[in-house]
Structure formats: structure tokens, C-alpha cells
């Protein structure tokens, strides 16, 4: 199956739910299924599930979801243990291995010689996982874990994808970079949900109700 099938297949689940996504032609995928403020793209590799944790943990009320890669999990394997030990009941991890390190010319990951992420993952204490190697199993999997307490961890067994030939010939990604996504995100985050992003603290002004100045 392709990533951009299984995409296109959860898109349709998912409203204002921030998803925070990996490098490459995940970002584009992802953009042209579901555009929105919503999104933070390419969070870098091996940092993407560190980043959804933490807006998970500060976000209680909202599913976030991480599109990562297996290149990216096998880079950082600790953040599976922080984010297990975490247990953040709001987090969807979605792994999207093909078993190779796609943008840089497809040399293989270890994933294609034995190593089982959903295994490590098991063995690092997530205990609600899953495995899909059909887009009708990932999108009941993914389903699943929109419904019910987490961490949820769903790993999708997926080609190489053929980048833009994948998308419609007619469309192209925004022109938006990284640092305009950033600030649309956090304005998307302080408007929908609340969250204090970009809005100075309070000691930014000289004053502090939480320390005691100097009399």
C-alpha cells in the first residue's frame, strides 16, 4: 500500500486535530489531503514524536497526531520510551515504514532486516499497537485509536512512495517555509485551543505575580 492512500483514507476522520508531520514527501501528502494551521510540517528526523508529545501533554482535550517515518523512530528510539513512560492518553503515533530512508535515495533502514518497530515499541511499555499492511486495516486501526484513551502507537508497512508523481500533476504544495508554518501553527494553537504560544509571560514585562519583587 501507499502512504498517500492510508493518508487519504484518515483524512476524512480528522477536523482541528493538530498533526504534526516528518521530512519529506509526508509534508506534501499530508498538505494536499488536508490543508490547515493545523498542521506543523516536517518537524525534522527523529523529532517528531518528541514534539507531539510535548503539544499532547499541554493539550488535553484534542487527539495529536504524528506522522513519522521509520527512519525517524530509528534514530530517536528513546522518545518511545519517554513518551510510554508519558502515557499521554491523547497521542497517535503513526509510523509509515518503507523500510528505507526515502528522501535521500532510498538506502534500507534496519526495518527491512528484522527489526520490528511495533516490538520495540511493546518492549518499551506502549501496550495499545498495532500493525497494518492494508489500507482497510490502517484506516480501522487508526479509527480504533481516535475513539479510545492511548498513547496509541499504529505502524503502517508501506512502499516507496513515488513522490510528486503520487500527487495530481495539476497541484503544487504552499509556498509557505518553515518559519511562517511555525507561526500559523501557534496562532491556530492560541485561537482554537487557548494555549499560550507566542504571547509573552508575564516576567516579560518587569513583573511577575509568582516571584516577589523587591521592595
Known sequence: M??????????PMLTDEPVITNIGPTRAEWE????????????????VLPVSLGIALCLEKS??????????????????????SQAAPNLLLIVFDNEAYESTG????????????????????????ATARTVEEFAEAVRCALCEDGPHMVV?????AGGRKDLPADWRPSSMDGKENK???????EAVWGRNVLRGPEYASGHSPHVKRKQ
Do not use: H
Not at 501507499?2 to 483524512?11: N, S, Y
Not at 538506502?107 to 511499555?125: H, K, N, P, S, W
Not at 507561526?183 to 494553537?189: C, N, P, Q, S, V
Open 32 to 47: 494536499f489531503v488536508r490543508p490547515s494551521d493545523a498542521n506543523l510540517y516536517q518537524a525534522g528526523l527523529g523529532n
Open 156 to 160: 503502517a508497512k508501506v512502499q516507496i
Open 106 to 129: 532510498g538506502q534500507a533502514t534496519a526495518t527491512g532486516r528484522g527489526t520490528d518497530l511495533e516490538a520495540v515499541a511493546r518492549g518499551f511499555g506502549w501496550s495499545k499497537t
Open 183 to 189: 507561526y500559523r501553527f501557534a496562532r491556530y494553537m
Open 63 to 84: 487527539k495529536v497526531v504524528a506522522l513519522d517515518g521509520d527512519g525517524s523512530i530509528l534514530l530517536f528510539p528513546g522518545a518511545l520510551a519517554t513518551a510510554a
Open 2 to 11: 501507499k502512504r498517500l492512500e492510508c493518508l487519504m483514507a484518515i483524512g
